[in-house]
Each structure stands twice: as structure tokens, then as C-alpha cells.
């Protein structure tokens, strides 16, 4: 007990005496959720928006109207023909060309039917298919008024009426945090623990360790403890942030949430001190801790859902323990539901921990 | 108690592509300064490491204080005090931390082994305060050896600790391994690439690509060299070396800094030797008989068992 206590001030000094390490591994998970769940949202706003109007009259001033006061659009100039509506997509003053053909307002009053071309800077697809489908709903609320000030009856129409569960204005922040939970976890405890252990082996003091009576086993353990505190003071962190800063609903079990934390904290550390028994010097282990980060940030359901996966990628991301922390803290902290729902996946990640575990104490040499 | 503190029976050692101990045989008797003199690269720090229960040998047996270094490794770390190469304490904790983390790993105390350690920690204690990292290589050794004998260990496997260190505290630091066989009884294995330190152990084995060339006393290892020994010099040096060794009276020629140590075949002398050289246009001859050091030996040992010697 002596042993493990005076190890754990030492590996503790060993982090307090480096400021800039230390500062990095406290102040990255605010900089992180706040990047991600505060700054870098995909939604779209602030859609500037150039008009070529070829027709020239009374309702394509109307239609002009309603996309100017809409708080998406604004207004940023008009051009005499298409040609030049699209060079301003092409020198980047406005993302969206909306034009009127010549024949416009005469088509809509005679036939009922008209059409408008919306041109869009198509380079960024999922920002391009937001802005349309924005674009689409107004025209359609233009249409119904216009129909009605004119006298018309409107032709049939179902119009969906969408309400988001859990997430009523599809807040991307709400997807961000728990995934990038996963990713800051993972990183700090895999990448800390794997790099402080090969630090002795590289600086030759392992040697002595080694060839001390100091059994494996507390060297292990007191190389986890240290990162298990400082990443469960992340983990309160992110928490405090996600709950007054973003304003995350943090609808279910604060124990039940914390419980699977402290299991994927556990997964994490084990991955970190497998790549110790794996790799000689801190280089390798610090790249082969941010490899780590790929499959975590591609097979997590952060950034791809994993039910679109081809069948083969999802067996892969069920091997990757953020899938599971991930999907858990999207029903705790968002949807809110009772701890027997994420019976599984608490499951799935003591079963990780056990195995990991057992695979590095076994792995861990006790000679050089 | 009569019995060997080290026995190294026959063992071996080999990296992929390198033997480094092609069976080696050897004993550290209780309270004995062992030294291990040799090269880099001659198979000492491995023998060390097996010693310390760092590495599996391939074959052969070795104990420390009677213990198998395979079977009873966890024992036998009680009992060492090892000493790597390379200074191998914590560069950012302090000196007085690495001691105390050192002695908590032994599950022991400063206080409690304070009298083995004071002569030494009499010279660091100062420093106490200061991270190990901005200390002297003289005074690192000092505190490595500190937390090597914390846990009064009854023997001392110290790899190469005087490298790199500066010759005074080179000599301070033979000082103190000296009192620790003196006072304290406590049995030494130690490495070293310097010759002068040999003279400085009760025995020593001279090593050369994993093998033992011989194992005595210094002073019978000097004393053995039979051969008489002259140490040449003249004014056109570079040219000297190849005029001696092309004299048919010459047995050995090795260079030793400033001058050529000479060993003559029978049915030749000095004399011969002078005409020879002088023969060859060389002034300002010096030729004088000189008594035999380690180093001498090691080249005359190492020459019968390998065509090429370089130090």
C-alpha cells in the first residue's frame, strides 16, 4: 500500500512538474466541447442570397420580399441576367442565385404554374442540400399566400408537419458533445497512460523499476490512477459545461450516465497501457494513441450514423468502444430514458474493460 | 557464508544477430569487488542484466546469494541493488524525492539504512532540494548508487557507473564502493572500460565478444605476463610502427598513447632492437623496460584468442 501510494505522488508530481502537458490535458476537453458544440455547428444561417429577376413585376417583388425578412436569407444584390447571378456564386458573394425567368408572374397567373431556379454552390453538398430545402419551404409558404390573396384554391396537398423528439430544433450540439466525449476520454486516457509508461522504458528508469521488488501489478495501477483522476475531472468538466453553457437537456440518470463514464474511462486506460507493452518510445505510442482516434471519430456514430453503414463497417464499429459509450450517452443525457435501456451497451463495454484488462496485465513484461 | 555470492555457470546470451555471451563461467566471492573489464560491446551489461533478473539467459544457470536469477527472481530483487549504464533516476523529481520514492519501493525508510548511505549522501545532501536532472554526472552517480543501496542490498550490480564522469569523482567514487566492502561487507560486481579501475578490484575477469579471457587478481594477471616488456619511442613515430613490427625480433606491438609497447621473441633483446630501428633512420630513440598493466595483458590475452585487437 506504501509502494502504490508514494508511486501515485510520484506519477502525480511527474504531470504537476510539466505545466504545459498539464495544461493541455485540463484545458483541451473546454476547448474541445466548446469548438464542437458551440462554434462548428452545421446548421445553416445567414444565406446570402443574390436575385436575377428577368420577369420584373409586382409578385416576384412579393416572393423577393418574404426571402428578405426571413432570418436565414439576406439579400445581397441583384444581377441583370444568370450569367451574372452565377459569377457571384463563383467569386463567393453570395451562396445562392435565385432567378426568375421573363415569363414568371404571366406563367403563374394564367397556368397557376411557374417555375424559379435556385443556383447554389453545390461544393459543399450537405450545406448545399440545407440551403435548398430552406429555400423550397419558403417558395412553398410563398405560394399558399400568394394562391390565397389571388382567390384560388390551392391544389391538394399533404404537408408534414415535423416535430424532432428529444431534439426539437435539431441542435447539432446534441450529437457533438456525446461523441466528442468519447474522442477527448479516449484520447487523454490512452494517449497519457501509454506515453507516461513508455517514458520509462525510454528514459531507462523501467530498468530499475524492473529490477526492483516492486510487483507489475503497482506499477500498473499506479500509472492508471493518475489519468483516471484527471479524466474524470474532465469528465465533471464537460458535464458543467454541456449542462449551463450549451444548456444540454441532461434528461436521464446523472449515476447511471456517470457509471458507464467510469467503465469507458476503464476501457480507455487499458487500450493506453496495451500500446505501452506494445512500443518502445514516446513517439510511437503518442501515434499509435491518435490512431486510435480515427476509427473512434468514423465508427462512433458521431460523425456517420452507424445504421447507414454498409453491414460489414457496422460488425467493425461494434468493435469500437466509443459506438457503445456514445449510443449510451445519447439516451442518458438526451432522450432521457431509464438505465435498463442502456443495459446493453453497459454490457458490451464491462465486457471490453475485463478483456483489455486481463490482456495487458498479461502482456506487461516483468523483465526488459 | 563460504559459499560464492555469484555463480555464473557456462551462460549464454544471444540477440538476433549477435552472441553476446558465448558461455561464460565465473564467481563473486562474499565481500569481494568483481570487476567486469572490457569493451563496449563485450557482453557486460548483458551479464549484468541477467544477474539483475532483466533478462533470460539462453542457457547455463547463474544465481545471486544462492537464489536461481529464472525461478526466484522476485527474492533475488530484494536482495540486489542494481545501477544501469545509463543514469536511470527521475530527472524532474528531486534528489531527495527519488531517494525517499526509491526506498518506499523497498518498503524501507531513509532512516532506516541512513548509516550505509550517509558517507555517500554526506556529498549530495546539499542538493537535496535540487531536481536530479540539473545535477552533475559525478553527483548523479552519487545518488544513483544512494538509491541503489537504500535498501541494504548484499549485492551491488553496477554497469559501467564511472562513464562519463570526471576523475575525480571517478576516484571519489571508488572511495566509497571501497568502504562499502570494508564496513559494510557488501559484495560488488562492477563494469568498467577503464583499465586503471581494474587495478582497483580484488578480481577482475577481462571480457572480450561474450567471452572471459582470464580470471585473477589484477596484480596476478600483470605479474603473469611473462613476456618482457620495452616501450619504444622516436622522433618519426608514424613511421615507427611499421619498422617495429616488420623487425623479426618483435613478438607484439601495440600502440599506448605517446609511445609502442614491444614485447621481444627469445634469442633477441633491446639492443638488436635499437640498431633495427636506428637502422631505419629513426633519432631520438627511447626504448626503456616497463612493468606489465592490465591493459598490456588484455592486448596479449586478447591476441592469442582473436586476430585483431583495437582499445
Redesign the interface.
Known amino acids: 500500500m506504501?509502494?502504490l501510494?508514494?508511486?501515485v505522488v510520484?506519477e502525480f508530481?511527474?504531470i504537476f512538474?510539466?505545466v504545459r502537458t498539464m495544461m493541455i490535458l485540463l484545458v483541451l476537453p473546454v476547448v474541445m466541447v466548446l469548438l464542437f458544440g458551440y462554434v462548428i455547428t452545421p446548421e445553416v444561417k445567414d444565406i446570402r442570397l443574390a436575385v436575377v429577376d428577368l420577369s420584373r413585376d409586382d409578385l416576384t417583388q412579393q416572393v423577393v420580399d418574404r426571402f428578405a425578412q426571413n432570418r436565414y436569407f439576406h439579400l445581397t444584390g441583384t444581377a441583370g441576367n444568370p450569367t451574372q447571378g452565377r459569377a457571384m456564386l463563383e467569386n463567393g458573394q453570395a451562396d445562392m442565385v435565385l432567378v426568375f425567368g421573363e415569363h414568371f408572374a404571366e406563367q403563374l397567373v394564367h397556368s397557376r404554374e411557374a417555375s424559379v431556379q435556385l443556383l447554389l454552390d453545390g461544393s459543399e453538398p450537405n450545406q448545399a442540400a440545407a440551403r435548398a430545402a430552406y429555400a423550397q419551404q419558403l417558395l412553398l409558404a410563398v405560394a399558399q399566400e400568394l394562391s390565397a390573396t389571388m382567390g384560388v384554391e390551392p391544389r391538394f396537398q399533404i404537408q408534414p408537419v415535423t416535430h424532432a423528439l428529444f431534439n426539437p430544433h435539431l441542435r447539432s450540439e446534441f450529437n457533438f458533445v456525446p461523441g466528442n466525449m468519447g474522442m477527448i476520454l479516449m484520447l487523454i486516457c490512452a494517449m497519457m497512460t501509454s506515453v507516461s509508461i513508455v517514458r520509462e522504458k525510454e528514459?531507462?528508469?523501467m530498468?530499475?523499476?524492473?529490477?526492483?521488488?516492486?510487483p507489475p501489478l503497482v506499477i500498473i495501477i499506479a500509472k492508471l490512477v493518475p489519468y483516471f483522476v484527471i479524466s474524470f475531472i474532465n469528465l465533471v468538466t464537460i458535464l458543467v459545461l454541456c449542462k449551463y453553457l450549451l444548456a444540454l437537456p441532461f434528461a436521464g440518470s446523472l449515476w447511471a450516465f456517470m457509471g458507464i463514464s467510469v467503465i469507458y474511462l476503464v476501457v480507455s486506460l487499458a487500450l493506453g497501457l496495451l500500446i505501452s507493452t506494445l512500443v518502445r518510445t514516446q513517439l510511437a505510442a503518442m501515434i499509435l494513441s491518435l490512431l486510435l482516434i480515427i476509427p473512434t471519430i468514423y465508427f462512433s456514430g458521431m460523425t456517420f450514423p452507424i445504421e447507414s453503414m454498409p453491414v460489414m463497417y457496422q460488425h467493425v464499429a461494434s468493435f469500437i468502444p466509443a459506438r457503445w459509450y456514445v449510443a449510451a450517452v445519447r439516451k442518458l443525457m438526451i432522450q432521457g430514458v431509464e438505465v435498463q435501456h442502456v443495459a446493453r451497451e453497459t454490457l458490451v463495454l464491462a465486457t471490453m474493460a475485463l478483456v483489455l484488462v486481463s490482456l495487458s496485465l498479461a502482456t506487461f513484461k516483468?523483465?526488459? | 557464508m563460504d559459499q560464492p555470492i555469484v555463480i555464473v555457470n557456462d551462460v549464454r546470451k544471444r540477440y538476433r544477430r549477435v552472441e553476446a555471451l558465448r558461455g561464460v563461467s565465473m564467481q563473486v566471492d562474499e565481500g569481494e569487488i568483481f570487476g567486469l573489464i572490457g569493451p563496449d560491446g563485450a557482453g557486460k551489461t548483458s551479464l549484468l542484466?541477467i544477474l539483475?533478473?532483466?533478462?533470460?539467459a539462453d542457457g547455463g544457470t547463474a544465481t545471486v546469494d544462492g537464489l536461481d536469477v529464472r525461478r526466484d527472481?522476485?527474492r533475488i530483487?530484494?536482495r540486489?541493488g542494481?545501477m544501469?549504464g545509463?543514469?536511470?533516476?527521475?530527472?524532474?523529481?528531486t534528489v531527495q524525492?527519488n531517494l525517499?520514492?526509491?526506498a518506499?519501493?523497498?518498503?524501507t525508510t531513509i532512516e532506516h539504512n541512513r548509516h550505509l548511505i550517509d558517507d555517500i549522501y554526506q556529498h549530495i545532501e546539499r542538493f537535496k532540494r535540487r531536481r536530479a536532472g540539473k545535477l552533475s554526472g559525478g553527483m548523479k552517480q552519487k545518488l544513483a548508487l544512494c538509491?541503489a543501496l537504500i535498501h541494504a542490498p548484499r549485492v551491488l550490480l553496477l554497469d559501467e557507473p564511472t562513464t562519463g564522469v570526471d576523475p575525480v569523482s571517478r576516484k571519489e567514487f571508488w572511495e566509497m564502493l571501497f568502504k562499502l566492502r570494508d564496513r559494510h561487507g557488501i559484495s560488488i560486481l562492477v563494469s568498467t572500460p577503464y583499465m586503471d579501475e581494474a587495478m582497483k578490484c580484488d578480481r577482475i575477469a577481462l571480457t572480450q565478444d561474450g567471452r572471459f579471457l582470464t580470471i585473477n587478481t589484477p596484480q596476478a594477471i600483470t605479474s603473469s605476463y611473462a613476456k618482457s616488456l620495452w616501450s619504444v619511442r622516436s622522433d618519426r613515430m608514424h613511421a615507427l610502427l611499421d619498422d617495429l613490427r616488420q623487425w623479426p625480433g618483435a613478438d607484439t606491438v601495440f600502440s599506448f598513447g605517446e609511445t609502442y609497447h614491444v614485447t621481444i621473441k627469445n634469442g633477441h633483446d633491446s639492443e638488436q632492437l635499437r640498431s633495427h630501428i636506428a637502422h631505419r633512420g629513426h633519432n631520438d630513440i627511447h626504448i626503456e623496460r616497463i612493468d606489465a598493466s592490465i591493459e598490456d595483458a588484455f592486448m596479449a590475452l586478447g591476441d592469442n584468442n582473436t586476430a585483431n585487437v583495437t582499445l
Request: charged share 25%.
Open positions: 506504501n509502494q501510494h508514494s508511486f510520484k508530481r511527474h512538474r510539466d528514459m531507462g528508469t530498468e530499475v523499476l524492473l529490477a526492483s521488488p516492486l516483468k523483465r526488459l | 542484466r539483475a533478473t532483466l533478462l533470460l527472481y522476485r530483487r530484494q540486489i542494481y544501469p545509463r543514469f536511470s533516476l527521475y530527472q524532474d523529481l524525492e525517499e520514492f526509491f518506499t519501493t523497498f518498503n538509491c
